[in-house]
């Protein structure tokens, strides 16, 4: 059976008031995708929504003092749909 790679990690995003934020999975993933589009200049979106303690919070790009990504955690799993023939996969 065809193995597939699953990359994770997580992020812990500080305020300017000192309040963290410890995100995980898909929400992760996204802080890490817009906030680097708002630090580039390429996106005009001023936050993201997330949850914490069971309430949604907004935070706000421009008030966020620190971003700390953990190290990428690589597993395998089995795929059964993932492609088995290198050659064409390539």
């Given at each position: 059976?065809?193995?597939?790679?699953?990359?994770?990690?997580n992020i812990t995003v500080t305020m300017k008031d000192g309040t963290t934020h410890d995100l995980t999975g898909r929400e992760a993933e996204n802080f890490y995708i817009e906030f680097d589009r708002y630090r580039l200049?390429?996106?005009?979106?001023?936050?993201?929504?997330?949850?914490?303690?069971?309430?949604?919070?907004?935070?706000?790009?421009?008030?966020?003092?620190?971003v700390v990504r953990s190290?990428?955690?690589?597993?395998?799993i089995d795929n059964p749909g993932a492609c088995k023939d290198v050659e064409i996969c390539l």
């Open positions: 059976m065809a193995k597939s790679k699953i990359r994770s990690y200049r390429h996106e005009n979106a001023r936050g993201i929504w997330t949850v914490k303690d069971k309430e949604r919070h907004l935070i706000l790009f421009e008030n966020v003092t620190n190290e990428i955690d690589v597993e395998e």
